[in-house]
């Protein structure tokens, strides 16, 4: 007796599908069935077709299927300063002549978000973290293209204009202008779409946030759960700033006033002493690694030292572009100079770029590989792109030749939001001209015409 065909929402088929689950499972002329948002099966495509009548089909031929990519740790709306920021200075925070944060209205901070979710989604990366001003209107972005995010607003009282010259004046006012905009953003958009938005606490760093700020996130995030992200020993300046104001170094600050811990998500973790490092290891933080902007700097963070002291890592762009797989091969290139051997590969990196993301956001059970049970964030690859051939193992090609470039269709949540590299729930063109139309503002007051 042959079992009748069940409905499901939908079928992905593709020519390879690597799930990236523990034991790094591949099917040749594969698929993958999706209900209310979920894979429910995964094998041979003639399987799964004789197992399901699908509502809807997305034929993958000359497809590779592979989990969406999670990026750890990033700012949409400081697209304002790309292309510009990495020949001027570092942190855009920290650096005067530059569009600032606070000149950003919420308009512009939406259009700057929409068109930084837009380059995220063409690059595969289906879940990222993102934190910045206006958080509620880069939480709007993200929701209406689709995207999984951890949104957080960005909580400091080091007041900004000062501290792009390198003054640190803290204010209470703006403390506490900051901790509202975070919480309100919590209110308002915390759980959206069933889950698919999810919100935390993101005070910006050591050096910008004053210990009784830095005490009373610490409250607001034990009370509200999830993660809290920040920046972590990222320039000279933070850790001497922090050591001239309390005694102690950056993450010895976090670990006294209960902040470090395996909730913390750090960017950067780069001007550590080793006495550092065994601390991060061993309160078990995550450091989400930017190799690209670090590079950009003209740094290395010592990421094998952390992971060997008990720190996990996960990957990010931090705005630098919305190419992870690019930013896996900066990092396996760097740590091969920094350690003088090889030292990492692409199953390793690839692994920071999916899993061990999710599993430090907390969503380790719902994406980060391709399972039955877990959500369908799905990124299909043009398996006839120069740069995936020849395809032997599959990870060496994927992380060393391949770019977000060759992205074609993704899939969040069981939606497809990317056809072809264009959106489906937005007008991209749209996006890229109203950024445009923003830049050209921001950039005139910062006494730097856009060229045209
Ligand atoms: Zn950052």
């Known amino acids: 007796m042959y079992e009748q065909p069940k409905p499901c929402d939908l079928l992905v088929t593709s020519d390879l599908v690597l799930t990236l689950d523990a034991s790094d499972r591949t099917f040749r002329d594969g698929a993958i069935t999706v ?7 995964i094998g041979r ?3 799964l077709r004789a197992r399901w009548t699908p509502a809807a089909t997305i034929e993958g031929k000359g497809r590779i299927a592979m989990p969406g990519l999670v990026n750890v740790h990033n700012h949409t709306p400081l697209m304002i300063t790309r292309g510009m920021i990495e020949d001027i200075g570092f942190a855009p925070m920290y650096t005067p002549g530059i569009p600032q944060g606070h000149w950003l209205t919420e308009e512009d901070a ?6 930084g979710m837009y380059e995220l989604l063409r690059a595969g990366c289906t879940t990222v973290v993102d934190f910045y001003r206006y958080p509620s209107a880069c939480a709007q972005a993200a929701a209406e293209l689709g995207v999984r995010a951890v949104m957080a607003g960005r909580v400091h009282d080091a007041e900004p204009g000062a501290l792009a010259t390198g003054r640190y004046d803290y204010s209470r006012a ?7 905009e975070n919480a309100e953003l919590i209110e308002r958009w915390n759980g959206h779409d069933n889950g698919r938005i999810r919100c935390d606490w993101a005070p910006h760093a050591p050096d910008t946030c004053s210990d009784d700020l830095l005490r009373e996130v610490k409250k607001l995030a034990d009370a509200h759960g999830g993660n809290v992200h920040t920046h972590l020993s990222q320039l000279p300046l933070e850790v001497e700033t922090v050591k001239a104001r309390t005694g102690l170094t950056p993450p010895q600050l976090l670990d006294k006033l ?8 750090a960017a950067h973790c780069i001007h550590m002493e080793r006495a550092d490092i065994e601390l991060c290891g061993k309160a078990k933080i995550t450091v989400a690694h930017a190799p690209i ?10 990421i094998m030292e952390l992971r060997e002291a008990g720190a996990r890592i996960a990957l990010c762009t931090d705005t630098a572009s919305g190419d992870l797989i690019e930013a896996m091969r900066w990092a ?5 100079i920094n350690r003088q051997g090889n030292v990492l590969d692409a199953r390793t990196v690839l692994d920071w770029g999916t899993r061990q993301g999710a599993e430090a956001i907390g969503l380790g059970d719902t994406v980060g590989s391709l399972e039955i049970g877990k959500r369908a964030d799905i990124v299909l690859l043009d398996s006839r ?13 994927l992380v060393h030749s391949a770019s977000g470039h060759d992205v074609d269709t993704v899939i969040v949540d069981g939606r497809l939001v990317l056809s072809g590299g264009r959106l489906t729930l937005a007008d991209g063109d749209a996006i890229v001209a109203q950024a445009q139309k923003v830049a050209n503002t921001l950039w005139a007051r910062a006494g730097r015409q856009p060229i045209g």
């Open 293 to 302: 902007g670090n590079a950009r700097g003209g740094r290395i963070a010592p």
């Open 35 to 41: 209900s209310d948002r979920t894979i429910v099966d």
């Open 385 to 397: 792109s120069p740069t995936l051939a020849p395809l032997v193992d599959g990870y060496g090609v």
């Open 45 to 47: 495509a003639d399987e």
């Open 174 to 180: 703006i403390g506490e202008a900051s901790l509202r």
């Open 332 to 336: 396996i290139s760097m740590q091969r």
């Open 258 to 265: 209960g902040l470090l811990n395996d909730r913390l998500i």
């Open 110 to 115: 939406y259009a700057l978000s929409s068109l």
